[in-house]
């Protein structure tokens, strides 16, 4: 599968600085399931985390703290509401929160133990971009965790899902990406995949980075 481009990455930054003040709000309870499923699955005991659109940090409850957790968003906005989160939370966790583009980021080759990315891939510029820079970053080995809604390719729902897309691209994200086949397409292995969410409609991709990979 080739590359798919959602749109200006600077316009998603917008969209999402825009969010930020009543993010947890709209997408906080909705998607909770999902996000607190992952951690059922994510081998992360003193491991370094890289969390892909940390977002305001409604994730870092889930973490142990045995974890070092780094995480990015585009938005600088979000990242000020995350760090006012770990503030409030005050409980020791190792994190470390910076402002980067997803697809071009900047750490090192074989950085993070583990990769997370919940509900991510459906709003970036270039996603199979964003699944190669995943693969980059991660160490051989080293598990890869993505949650998003993922476009059914067989049912009704799917034309749906196709007709309603341009919509919910104004407010941040796409609904015709077909998420599970796109990463079937990249070199990340997939272990299994599992339904979250309201009516199963989003997926939980478990992988890792093949080990030959360096």
């Known amino acids: 599968m080739g590359k798919k481009n959602n749109g200006n990455g600077r316009s998603m930054e917008g969209i999402?600085?825009?969010?930020?003040?009543?993010y947890?709000?709209?997408?906080?309870?909705?998607?909770?399931?999902?996000r607190k499923k992952a951690f059922n699955y994510l081998n992360s005991f003193n491991k370094k985390v890289l969390e892909?659109?940390?977002?305001?940090?409604?994730t870092l409850p889930h973490y142990p703290k045995s974890c070092h957790i780094v995480g990015i968003d585009i938005s600088a906005k979000m990242i000020q509401r995350a760090r006012e989160r770990v503030k409030q939370m005050g409980n020791g966790l190792k994190v470390e929160l910076q402002v980067m583009d997803a697809c071009?980021?900047?750490?090192?080759?074989?950085?993070?133990?583990?990769?997370?990315?919940?509900?991510?891939?459906?709003t970036v510029q270039d996603p199979y971009q964003f699944?190669?820079?995943?693969?980059?970053?991660?160490?051989?080995?080293?598990?890869?965790?993505?949650?998003n809604h993922s476009k059914d390719p067989d049912r009704l729902l799917g034309k749906i899902e196709s007709i309603a897309s341009p919509f919910f691209a104004k407010v941040g994200f796409v609904t015709d990406l077909d998420v599970v086949s796109l990463v079937k397409s990249t070199?990340?292995?997939?272990?299994?995949i599992i339904d979250c969410n309201l009516f199963n409609l989003h997926k939980i991709i478990l992988g890792q980075k093949p080990m030959h990979l360096t």
Do not use: H, W
């Open 187 to 192: 070199e990340i292995e997939i272990q299994r």
């Open 131 to 147: 699944c190669q820079e995943i693969i980059r970053v991660c160490k051989p080995g080293g598990q890869i965790i993505i949650v």
């Open 24 to 34: 947890d709000l709209i997408f906080g309870k909705v998607l909770e399931a999902g």
């Open 104 to 122: 071009r980021m900047t750490f090192e080759d074989n950085t993070f133990d583990a990769v997370l990315s919940p509900y991510v891939i459906t």
């Open 52 to 58: 892909v659109g940390i977002g305001t940090g409604l």
């Open 16 to 22: 999402y600085s825009f969010y930020s003040p009543f």
